[in-house]
């Protein structure tokens, strides 16, 4: 495994086959080490910057969840509103005075590409949480994590990705670490969601069997994994269009019903009309383990960032 020491995590595609393995058994260790000792040292002394430029709530705390159980300390600024983005500083010129403090920054924010230009601008570490419609890699990482733990392997992964496949970062950054198993994938979506050709293809160039369809029945009907996710209204500059588009899936009590009866649910979260609560006492209803996953997913990473594993 190529080691993690002081890299950025990016993109979901910046991984081989062999470092997801590697992090997985880290997460592993961690989830097992938590539950042992209830909290660690490995990162005393160290901190981690946590700049949200749009709203967050699992990916900010579990980062922050994360960091601390390691023993490290954290500091946040938690909208662009609070602070001086709001009076016109450039991203670059906030990463390199957040780098005058932390040891490694996560970063969220609504431009393509914006991860990246604050990981140029500086020589600490720099982990992408969301960089508008682009990717996700923590959040990916955290979903491969539960399909494994959901199904004891990565073997002959079935899977149909639904909703806003357009638009949707997680899903951006999970179909690359998907096709490293060879997973075989469902992309269901309205027309005007679809996931975008230039992802598409690249899949396919590597020999992944991909199936885009409009019809979640018959998706869900082909496969044992289900990852739902939101349409992205902030996204949309005619929201005449998202009104035509929103609650194109739901899965309720009665869709769930005449699906397979072990079928995995899995959502990164939040969730708006997409999964109806009646369905999450459903024991395949692995979202809320997915959330949990996330801490064990970022301990991993935060360890291997600082050299620590
Ligand atoms: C996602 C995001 O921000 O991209 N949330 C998350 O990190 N779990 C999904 C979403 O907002 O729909």
Known sequence: ??????????????????????????????????????????????????????????????????????????????????????????LADTAKTVAQYADAIVIRHPRLGSAKEAADAVPIPVLNAGDGAGQHPTQA???IYTIYRERGSLKDLQISLVGDLKNGRTVHALVEILSLYGARMYFVSPGLLQMPEEITSGLRSKGIEIVETEDLAYAASQTDLLYLTRIQKERFS???????????????AKFLAALKKDIILLHPLPRVDEIHPEVDAYPGAAYFRQVRNGVFIRMAILAMIFGKR
């Open 141 to 143: 990482l955290l979903d």
């Open 238 to 252: 005619d929201l005449a269009e998202y009104e035509r588009v929103k609650g194109s899936y739901v899965v309720d």
């Open 1 to 90: 495994m190529a080691s993690l020491k002081g890299k950025d995590i990016l993109h979901g595609n910046q991984f081989s086959k062999k470092d997801i393995d590697g992090i997985l058994k880290v997460a592993a260790g961690f989830e097992k080490e938590l539950k042992a000792k209830g909290a660690l040292n490995l990162l005393k002394g160290k901190i981690l910057a946590t700049l949200f430029f749009e709203p967050s709530t699992r990916t900010r705390l579990s980062f922050e969840t994360a960091m601390q159980r390691l023993g490290g300390g954290v500091i946040s600024m938690a909208s662009a509103e609070s602070s001086s983005a709001a009076k016109g500083e450039t």
